[in-house]
């Protein structure tokens, strides 16, 4: 049981609508250069193979380090 006089508050901080529109971005990104990597390698054109690869890998390492860099940075709500 809480004691007389002390209350829980909770916080709720919602992301804008343009952080949804970077989020839906790069999902589409990633599955723009995920089916490039498929069909190059499927085609056996290992040069486009290797740089959509890499452009694949880079986008979800970056996107990943800035989606946890802005969660740890703004979890606590102020």
Avoid: D, Q, T
């Avoid at 804008?16 to 990633?30: D, K, Q, T, Y």
């Avoid at 990597?37 to 193979?49: D, H, I, N, P, Y």
């Amino acid at each position: 049981m809480a004691e007389k006089g002390k209350f829980l508050v909770v916080k709720i901080k919602k992301s804008p609508w343009f952080i949804w529109g970077l989020r839906a971005f790069w999902v589409l990104w990633l599955l723009f250069w995920a089916e490039v990597s498929v069909g190059s390698w499927k085609e056996l054109e290992r040069r486009a193979f290797v740089i959509s690869l890499v452009i694949l890998l880079v986008s979800l390492v970056v996107g990943s380090f800035l989606w946890l860099w802005g969660y740890l940075r703004f979890k606590k709500v102020s």
